[in-house]
């Protein structure tokens, strides 16, 4: 089966940077994806790694390492509007292109 | 390029009732997976359809079934209905490829309550 660990919440400054983590486990692996979700609205995909190392996509960062199960996702020069859950998926070889996310992360950034 | 659309936005059932929620793809997508989102939880996959069959199922009993159109739309079936089956049910349409499509493109959802 899979299971994927984040943080529950973390709060954060305007303007600083955050780190939100991600450990799983899984039989099978392809790849793990970082999505946010705004209250009340719906999941949008923010980055991928397939392979280890550091992806950069603007202000959002993500970073995966397979051989430890761990990745995170890097928020630089947070603003108010990414007050958001952030969750972790991984993607799996299980017979369907599905994913298996994770409980989410609740992130607060404060003035 | 049209987006997910999902209807109806909310929905109040009664328990042992049957419900139906429906799914249009983003233009150019050929596979829709449903999910079930509890409150305070991230979303857990009920199943997938392609081309018509589907392709892949969660940890959820037969009374969740599903059926995809031609036009890729999509139809999520619940019978007998729960109260644990409340819930925020999101369609997500994506292209099939090889590899797995870890870009899901998810519809704004539909609430779903039972009483």
């Known amino acids: 089966g899979q299971s994927l660990e984040q943080p529950s919440e973390v709060t954060a400054v305007e303007g600083a940077i955050v780190q939100i983590n991600c450990t799983y486990q899984?039989?099978?692996?392809?790849?793990l994806s970082w999505y946010q979700q705004h209250d009340g609205g719906a999941p949008t995909f923010l980055s991928y790694?397939?392979?280890?190392g550091l992806e950069e996509t603007g202000r959002f960062s993500s970073f995966l390492s397979r051989s430890d199960s761990y990745g995170y996702l890097l928020l630089q020069e947070l603003q108010m509007k990414d007050s958001a859950s952030y969750f972790c998926?991984?993607?799996?070889?299980?017979?369907?292109?599905?994913?298996?996310f994770g409980t989410g992360t609740r992130l607060t950034v404060i003035p | 390029e049209t987006g997910v659309t999902q209807s109806p936005t909310h929905l109040i059932k009664t328990r042992g009732q049957q419900v139906t929620l429906r799914c249009s793809s983003q233009?150019?997508?050929?596979?829709v997976s449903w999910y079930q989102q509890a409150l305070g939880q991230g979303p857990q996959f009920i199943f997938q359809?392609?081309?018509?069959?589907?392709?892949g199922r969660g940890n959820f009993p037969p009374r969740f079934s599903g059926l995809q159109f031609p036009n890729y739309s999509s139809e999520l079936n619940v019978n007998a209905l729960e109260l644990d089956d409340s819930a925020l049910y999101l369609c997500a349409s994506s292209w099939a490829s090889d590899s797995s499509s870890y870009e899901q493109y998810f519809g704004p959802g539909t609430r779903l309550t039972v009483t």
């Open positions: 359809y392609y081309r018509e069959e589907e392709n």
């Open positions: 998926a991984v993607s799996a070889p299980t017979g369907a292109n599905n994913l298996f």
């Open positions: 899984t039989s099978g692996f392809y790849g």
């Open positions: 233009s150019g997508h050929n596979t």
């Open positions: 790694n397939a392979l280890d």
